[in-house]
């Protein structure tokens, strides 16, 4: 079983930037595709971003494109997501996410339904 560990979220003004971070331990990183979800209070958990298990493929969430990446270290363990140009709507708890299954693509891992190992969550906060 995959253990995951956020870190990196805060406090910050609209238009600001936050990258997150997430490092996985006890299996192997690499055949896992990986993913960021959100949740803001009264509302689902939702989708914001995937990557593949090589890191060759991403998948954004039409509310996020062009604003936020996703990436992968290998070597590292570790997953990030760099948010750029931060809108109050952005206000969220990130969860990172791994598939259970290896070598998925992104697109199958943003699916909500997928069988998925969750962090705890680090909390964004982006103010007006």
């Known amino acids: 079983q995959v253990q995951l560990v956020e870190s990196g979220g805060g406090l910050v003004q609209a238009g600001g930037s936050l990258r997150l971070s997430c490092v996985a331990s006890g299996r192997t990183f690499n055949r896992y595709a990986m993913g960021w979800f959100r949740q803001a209070p009264g509302k689902e958990r939702e989708f914001v971003a995937a990557t593949s298990w090589s890191g060759g493929s991403t998948y954004y969430a039409d509310s996020v494109k062009g604003r936020f990446t996703i990436s992968r270290d290998n070597a590292e363990n570790t997953v990030y997501l760099q948010m750029n140009r931060l809108k109050p709507e952005d206000t969220a708890v990130y969860y990172c996410?791994?598939?259970?299954?290896?070598?998925?693509?992104?697109?199958?891992?943003?699916?909500?339904?997928?069988?998925?190992?969750w962090g705890q969550g680090t909390q964004v906060t982006v103010s007006s």
């Open positions: 996410a791994a598939d259970r299954r290896p070598f998925s693509s992104a697109q199958a891992m943003g699916a909500m339904t997928r069988d998925k190992e």
